[in-house]
């Protein structure tokens, strides 16, 4: 579990003098992040998501309120348990090769069978050709896999991924979802959390999304409530007599499109429903064009909850 309590994080530098006083951060944040859930963290810039991330890695200490790690602060559970991450920012030696960076991470990290977990890695990420590039040479993509494979070297009950597609081909991006993925299945357990900007891809990994907003939590979404099991469908029909009054007295409710007489919102209640009430829509003669579910885009809750 991953617990922020009432947490206040304020910056009092000399930028923050120059400003008028101190700068708060982030505002009263109370969030809980369970064991086996993946969270993404979205807002616009300037919201917190790097203060929020970099009180959960120990970097920084909260002005008040607690921050906990399975029942320990931050700093002490990273130091005993350790913590898969992924910078925004990949900042590796530049004159290491790839080889030789994940070799330091897994002798830094202690990991069991250290050259055959490197090798392993490598394969996985798929930058095994490029093992001995110097890192300064390595293109955008190559180094994001491999700032994710040192990631990967050592077993960690939590994972924190920062940006982690930028850079990525659209192949990639999607690897990347069948990596978490593979991870999460190894412990179900483990919690990511991933502050992203790519909403469509956050909105194919994550379970929960807290939306950040000058400092709070503007709300929390979960994606996989049973709303999003059983999403309203748009169905279409063709244009032949007796089809409109046959949708709406099968599916009670529906609600035609604009613009479009033919197409309807149907909202059933379970999948075994639409099935039943499709097929006696069918039963009456009625030529089905279309059925598709119905679910609002992440990018759509996001802003829709803006406004």
């Not at 110097?134 to 009950?157: F, H």
């Not at 049973?226 to 029909?237: C, D």
């Not at 006696?280 to 809750?301: I, S």
Request: zero cysteines; proline letters at 7%; a neutral charge.
């Amino acid at each position: 579990m991953i617990r922020f309590t009432d947490v206040v994080k304020e910056f009092a530098g000399p930028l923050a003098r120059a400003r008028g006083g101190p700068v708060r951060a982030l505002d009263g944040v109370t969030l809980e992040v369970p064991p086996g859930t993946a969270l993404g963290i979205v807002g616009p810039n300037g919201a917190g998501k790097s203060t929020l991330i970099r009180l959960l890695l120990g970097y920084i200490r909260p002005t008040r309120g607690r921050v906990e790690v399975h029942g320990m602060g931050p700093r002490g559970y990273v130091e005993k348990h350790g913590v898969a991450y992924v910078s925004e920012l990949v900042a590796i030696p530049p004159s290491w090769t790839t080889r030789g960076a994940l070799d330091a991470y897994a002798a830094l990290a202690e990991v069991e069978h250290a050259r055959a977990r490197v090798g392993e890695v490598m394969e996985r990420m798929e930058i095994a050709e490029v093992a001995q590039r110097r890192v300064r040479y390595l293109s955008k993509g190559n180094l994001q896999r491999l700032a994710m494979a040192q990631a990967l070297l050592a077993p960690r009950g939590v994972m924190v991924l920062d940006e982690p597609t930028s850079g990525l081909d659209p192949e990639w991006i999607a690897r990347l979802r069948s990596v978490v993925a593979e991870w999460r299945a190894e412990d179900p357990n483990r919690i990511v959390l991933i502050a992203s900007h790519n909403l469509d891809e956050l909105e194919r990994t994550a379970d929960r999304v807290a939306v950040l907003e000058s400092g709070r939590v503007r709300e929390l979404l979960d994606l996989r409530s049973a709303e999003g099991v059983n999403p309203p469908y748009r169905l279409e029909v063709e244009d032949t007599p007796g089809a409109v009054e046959a949708v709406h007295e099968i599916f009670p409710g529906a609600l035609e499109e604009e613009g479009a007489p033919w197409a309807f919102r149907v909202e059933p209640a379970s999948p075994r429903e639409v099935s039943e009430r499709l097929a006696a829509l069918l039963a009456r003669g009625v030529v089905v064009r279309a059925l598709a579910p119905q679910r609002l885009r992440l990018e759509e809750r996001v802003r829709g909850g803006a406004r």
